[in-house]
């Protein structure tokens, strides 16, 4: 049973770790091509993490994951 809740975190937690490094990898490429600028990056980086966060948050009080 630790193994299969083990197993189930360490999947949930991968998935969420290659959105958040996708996202931050995509605002960092675009900010070296001159299409964003440095407060540009911090603030889409930002909000997206956070957002993903509060979200994870939620979904974990309701018990959807």
């Known amino acids: ?5 083990q197993g189930k975190l360490d999947r949930l937690v991968e998935k969420m ?3 958040k ?3 931050w990898l995509t605002c960092t490429g675009l900010t070296y091509a001159g ?5 540009g990056w ?3 980086t930002g909000i997206y ?5 509060a979200i ?10």
């Open 35 to 39: 299409a964003v600028d440095s407060e």
């Open 42 to 44: 911090v603030i889409v």
């Open 56 to 65: 994870d948050g939620i979904a974990k009080l309701k018990g959807l994951t």
């Open 21 to 23: 490094f996708l996202a």
């Open 49 to 53: 993490i956070g957002t993903q966060a």
């Open 1 to 5: 049973m630790v193994a299969y809740v």
């Open 17 to 19: 770790i290659s959105r």
